[in-house]
């Protein structure tokens, strides 16, 4: 389970309606990504008028050059640091435990109990000025959505969206060719 979005393409057909050309799963996929929660909440507020129901919604030519070049803003934007990123969240309340395997396991580590998990911590890359890249790019909750922190898996996220959408501006002729975003969960 968990959070999948693709960017779909498929040919225009004279005469035949958005939601009819990729009713007959004619199509096919230019684009996917797994848990990115911050591009999913894009499509919602900018294509899919802030209804997340898993439609299939078409994207204009200019829609996939805005948020490339919003996605290039918040790496042009972030400002990177050593420091620690969540590796994973347990439930529980001992964290005592999870310390001592840690320990044992010879793991650098930071253990943290907040909001009725165990955050466990390893050392990577983080996003010092979240603050600023949130306003451009936000996470969003969801079940299954995945991470929310503002750390290098976020920003790999946004450079595979930068090269999925640059790819699909070099192949596409969009006289010919629509592309829709869907998602599911």
């Not at 996939?64 to 996605?71: A, G």
């Not at 310390?99 to 911590?121: A, F, L, M, S």
């Not at 306003?135 to 595979?160: C, S, V, W």
Request: aromatic share 12%; glycine share 8%.
């Amino acid at each position: 389970m968990g959070l999948d979005m693709f960017l779909i393409k498929s040919k225009k057909v004279k005469g035949l309606s958005f939601d009819k050309i990729f009713e007959d799963g004619d199509f096919e996929d230019v684009g996917y990504w797994r848990k990115a929660n911050q591009i999913h909440n894009w499509f919602v507020q900018k294509v899919q008028g802030g209804e997340d129901d898993c439609g299939i919604y078409e994207v204009s030519q200019s829609k996939l050059i805005e948020l490339r070049d919003t996605c290039q803003k918040v790496i042009d934007t972030a400002i990177i640091e050593d420091g620690y990123v969540l590796d994973y969240k347990s439930f529980g309340d001992d964290i005592e435990k999870i310390k001592e395997i840690e320990k044992k396991n010879g793991r650098d580590v930071q253990v943290v109990q907040k909001d009725g998990y165990i955050k466990v911590y390893v050392p990577g890359r983080v996003i010092k000025n979240a603050d600023m890249v949130a306003e451009l790019l936000p996470t969003a909750e969801g079940f299954f959505f995945g991470r929310n922190e503002y750390d290098q898996y976020y920003l790999e996220d946004i450079k595979e969206t930068i090269d999925i959408i640059n790819n699909i501006l070099d192949d596409t002729d969009f006289e010919e060719y629509t592309i829709a975003y869907c998602s599911s969960w």
